[in-house]
């Protein structure tokens, strides 16, 4: 099992930035990769940024050079740093992560993040 903890999001103004985190606990060593995913009022769960085992990290076309995804794997936690946010950014961001031979899924709680204009 793989547990995800969020950090608590928050209001920011556009144009401003913000850090979320989420620490993983349990079968760390069975993480195959980790994601932001957002989730605005109304509409579909989006992918926001991955980052692989190996490091590796992609981002979806809205958020690419203002997001950034990052790891610290002594403390087990995945970063999701965003620059130059957009009202459109406002959502509930996920913490994921896909573990185990059989690809399973685990989600964080959700944070609220709110970009006020």
């Known amino acids: 099992q793989v547990q995800l903890v969020e950090s608590r999001g928050g209001l920011v103004q556009a144009g401003g930035s913000l850090r979320l985190s989420c620490a993983a606990s349990g079968s760390i060593s069975s993480i195959n990769f980790m994601a932001w995913y957002r989730q605005a009022s109304g509409k579909q769960r989006e992918m926001v940024a991955v980052i692989t085992r190996g490091g590796s990290t992609s981002y979806a076309d809205s958020v690419k050079d203002r997001f950034t995804i990052s790891r610290d794997n002594a403390k087990n936690t995945v970063y999701l740093q965003m620059d130059s946010l957009k009202p459109e950014d406002t959502a509930v961001y996920y913490c994921?992560?896909?573990?185990?031979?059989?690809?399973?899924?685990?989600w964080g709680q959700g944070t609220q993040v709110t970009v006020s204009s």
């Open positions: 994921y992560a896909n573990w185990g031979r059989y690809s399973t899924d685990a």
